[in-house]
């Protein structure tokens, strides 16, 4: 078992901490906010996924999760120290690494033993060569960078964790990989396999997966919108392609437009990156504007319902399987 340090209390780092204690690990996980930490501490779980809060009190009773809001507390002792810390969009789209690379700094300051520092957060692509760097700059010891993206679905987060389709792991450090695989390998026991790549191809493999998603949302919503032109039935094709084998059945309903706290985030950014590198990353680039065209289809429909714009003013409109806040200022 291993002692290890989980760097943000968020919905990955929350799940990832509790998981990892769930099979044996000593886990401290940190957050500066106070608060948060003063409730994590006494029982009192701060997000909902199902599953999650037997697991956390079972574990915290037991005494092998804790919290602090002390970096070198949840440092020092720790083998492994996970990152998992929000990248939110900056205002071109691209990942702000702001957080990632703030704590990467202090890391370099507190380790004095060999660590592997992990990102958990989704990040682009060179962002394990930019820990690095920041950790080196300050580190009198020898230490590892790994890539380990996470690929949790909300609702399910808890089943994702424990019984995982495939782990990633990027690093070209023999030492590291042999390290991540024994942490692993309770969550794989079924036969489902762990990847072992470079860093920047662990990297680009969370945006790439995020980013094929998008497109056949985005896809299904052009062919939906083809549908109501031709007067077919886009649930019917829906079943007709997904029981092909090499297209299967998922992310293919349509609807307004994907959104959530990842795919918009996941897909500027990759649009981001590609762009950082000279290329034109037209597909992504189309799947964007589907789907922010696709947001106003349905208030058109409903325009076009009920006689135009001016009708539907003051009008209760109520949404099944999604939540829609119309630009006449009602909610579902």
Do not use: W
């Not at 507390?73 to 929000?86: C, D, G, Q, R, S």
């Amino acid at each position: 078992m291993f002692k290890i340090a989980v760097i943000g209390t968020g919905y990955v780092g929350l799940v990832a901490g509790t998981c990892f204690a769930e099979t044996g690990n000593d886990v401290t996980c940190v957050d500066i906010n106070e608060e948060k930490v003063k409730q994590l501490s006494e029982g009192k779980i701060t997000i909902f996924e199902p599953g999650l809060e037997v697991l956390f009190r079972r574990n915290l009773r037991e005494g092998r999760l804790r919290f602090t809001t002390q970096l070198a507390e949840a440092v020092h002792p720790a083998e492994l120290v996970f990152l998992a810390l929000p990248t939110p969009p900056g205002e071109d789209g691209s990942a702000d690494l702001k957080h990632v690379l703030d704590v990467a700094h202090e890391l370099g300051k507190l380790i004095h033993s060999y660590k592997i520092i992990v990102n958990k957060s989704t990040v682009p692509v060179g962002t394990a060569e930019m820990v690095r760097s920041a950790i080196a700059t300050h580190a009198k010891c020898e230490f590892d960078v790994v890539s380990n993206p996470e690929f949790l679905r909300e609702g399910v987060a808890v089943e994702d964790f424990l019984k995982p389709e495939r782990i990633v792991i990027g690093s070209s450090s023999a030492r590291a990989i042999e390290i991540m695989r024994q942490l692993y390998e309770p969550f794989v026991r079924q036969g489902n396999p762990i990847l072992v790549m470079d860093e920047r191809s662990a990297e680009l493999t969370k945006y790439a997966a995020n980013a094929m998603l998008a497109l056949r949302i985005s896809f299904m919503n052009e062919i939906s919108n083809i549908c109501d032109r031709v007067g077919a039935n886009v649930d019917a094709i829906r079943r007709g392609i997904g029981t092909d084998s090499r297209i299967g059945k998922q992310f293919l309903y349509a609807g307004i437009g994907y959104g959530g706290s990842c795919f918009p985030k996941d897909v500027k950014a990759l649009i981001k990156t590609a762009e950082a590198y000279g290329y034109d990353f037209k597909i992504m680039k189309s799947v964007e504007l589907v789907n922010e065209a696709q947001k106003r289809i349905l208030i058109e429909k409903i325009e076009k319902h009920f006689g135009g714009s001016a009708n539907v003013k003051g009008k209760k409109i109520c949404t099944l399987g999604t939540f829609v806040q119309a630009q006449y200022g009602r909610h579902s």
